[in-house]
């Protein structure tokens, strides 16, 4: 059984930093050979597409909100990627959640075969 747990999250004030980890684990689960993507919602809102990087991190890819701000990485001998956002703003406010995918699909939210539950980030103005 495949696992993704994140981390991380928090209150933090515009302007301030947070950095989120998510931590895959599973028996037989080969990490080194899936994408991960970093997705967020928010109340009312539907779930947004933030970061993403490759089995082996050569190729990453980001939404627009959140070019130059947040930048996605990955450890694969430790199964972890990290999202390390900066200058975050009241709209970043949502639970974020980490997913992995056999396939470089970035974007796609259905694309995606597992998640994790989610972390909570509030960014206060």
């Known amino acids: 059984q495949v696992q993704l747990v994140e981390s991380g999250g928090g209150l933090v004030q515009a302007g301030g930093s947070l950095r989120l980890s998510c931590a895959a684990s599973?028996?037989?689960?080969?990490?080194?050979?899936?994408?991960v993507g970093w997705f967020r919602q928010a109340p009312g809102n539907e779930r947004e597409f933030v970061a993403a990087?490759?089995?082996?991190?050569?190729?990453?890819s980001a939404a627009d909100s959140v070019k130059g701000r947040f930048t996605i990485s990955r450890d694969n001998a430790k199964n972890t990627v990290s999202l390390q956002m900066n200058t975050l703003k009241p709209e970043d406010t949502a639970v974020y959640y980490c997913?992995?995918?056999?396939?470089?699909?970035?974007?796609?939210?259905?694309?995606?075969?597992?998640w994790g539950q989610g972390t909570q980030v509030t960014v206060s103005s």
């Open positions: 990087i490759s089995w082996n991190g050569g190729s990453t």
């Open positions: 599973g028996r037989t689960f080969t990490f080194s050979s899936y994408a």
């Open positions: 997913a992995a995918s056999r396939s470089w699909t970035a974007v796609t939210a259905g694309r995606y075969d597992y």
